[in-house]
């Protein structure tokens, strides 16, 4: 009986131990780099209908899409200005944003298959 209350209470201290930094965690921490843009766009307000005209969603939101809330070619590059080089300026010229940019799995660098500018794509 009391060996069987001790172990319950290591189970339970063992339990706090785990959770305990997960559960402490600054609320900053959920828009941390790495997650993912579905992720910073639901917190944004952005909805599933916002990029997806097809209903069921199925098919990569294209560019023209994602233009229509963020502007253009020259609008990016301004926001991102002080990155060298300019990923939104480059002798690639206006890439789909596809090409660096996911939105439900992590993005990736274009630009690796040639250079490592060490970019870290949201
Ligand atoms: C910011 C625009 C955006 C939002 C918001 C968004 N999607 Fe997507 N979705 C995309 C893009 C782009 C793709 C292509 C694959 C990728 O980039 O991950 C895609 C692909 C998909 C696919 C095809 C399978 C796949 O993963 O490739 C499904 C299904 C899907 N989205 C469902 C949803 C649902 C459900 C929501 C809302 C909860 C949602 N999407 C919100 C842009 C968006
Ligand atoms: C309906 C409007 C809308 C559409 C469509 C949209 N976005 Fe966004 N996007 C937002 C909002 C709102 C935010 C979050 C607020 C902000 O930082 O501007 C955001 C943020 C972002 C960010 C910055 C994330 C970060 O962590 O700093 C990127 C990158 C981005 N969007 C790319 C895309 C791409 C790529 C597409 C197309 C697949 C897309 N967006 C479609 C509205 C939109
Ligand atoms: C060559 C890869 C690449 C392509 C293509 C690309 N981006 Fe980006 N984008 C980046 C990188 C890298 C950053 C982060 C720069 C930084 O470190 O601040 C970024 C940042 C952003 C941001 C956040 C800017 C900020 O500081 O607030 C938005 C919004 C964005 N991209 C939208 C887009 C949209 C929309 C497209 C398509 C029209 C696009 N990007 C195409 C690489 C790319
Ligand atoms: C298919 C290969 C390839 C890809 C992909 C590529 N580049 Fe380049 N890039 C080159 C070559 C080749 C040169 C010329 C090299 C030289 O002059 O030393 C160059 C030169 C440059 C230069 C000027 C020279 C320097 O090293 O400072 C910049 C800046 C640059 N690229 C940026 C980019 C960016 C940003 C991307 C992604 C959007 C990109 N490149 C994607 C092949 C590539």
New binding site residues.
């Given amino acids: 009986m009391k060996v069987r209350l001790i172990m319950g209470l290591l189970a339970l201290a063992g339990l706090g131990l785990l959770a305990g930094p997960a559960l402490r965690a600054p609320a900053v921490a959920l828009a941390a780099e790495g997650?993912l843009?579905a992720e910073?766009?639901k917190?944004?307000?952005?909805g599933c209908a916002?990029?997806h005209e097809e209903e069921p969603p199925q098919k990569m939101?294209p560019?023209q899409?994602?233009l229509?809330?963020?502007g253009n070619y020259d609008e990016l590059a301004k926001l991102t200005m002080k990155v060298e080089p300019n990923p939104h300026q480059s002798h690639e010229g206006k890439l789909e944003?596809?090409a660096c940019?996911h939105?439900h799995k992590p993005s990736e660098d274009r630009c690796l298959e040639c250079h490592a500018w060490g970019y870290k794509v949201?």
Wanted: hydrophobic share 20%; charged share 20%.
């Fill in positions: 997650d843009l910073t766009h917190a944004g307000g952005v916002d990029c939101t560019t899409k994602c229509g809330c963020h944003c596809e940019h939105v949201p």
